[in-house]
């Protein structure tokens, strides 16, 4: 299950965790005109004060469909990432993730989404 976060939020990833995060950019101040889709996704990752390694995969643009099951598609508002530990995670260390997006518009908008990440054994 993924876990939808809001910009400038703080979630918590266990050190052994191997999670999916999103961005919704139908909320907030992300509005997005009716009709505009996005053209690429990409994340960002910066360990604060010196942090270790926090790993990324599986990044996509996509939606739900009816029976609330992830469909990639390029058209779609929604991105996700995996966020998993790597060697040197611990307790204690804090990342803010960054999900920079591309509009399909004419011409194409760029936009950015933050949130944090602290390490928590769960």
Known sequence: MSRRIK???LLS???DADEAFEVDWNLEHFRLQP???LTS??????????????EQHD???GQYDTSDLWEEEASGRVTRVFLTGAT?????QRYKITNR?????TPPETKDASFYVLIQQE
Do not use: C, M
Not at 101 to 105: F, K, R, S
């Open 13 to 15: 990833l266990d050190p």
């Open 88 to 92: 040197g995670i611990t307790a204690g």
């Open 41 to 54: 996704s990409d994340w960002f990752i910066e360990g604060i004060h010196g942090a270790a390694a926090l």
């Open 7 to 9: 910009s400038g939020g």
């Open 35 to 37: 009709g505009t889709g």
């Open 59 to 61: 990044d996509a643009i």
């Open 101 to 105: 997006i591309v509009t399909d518009t």
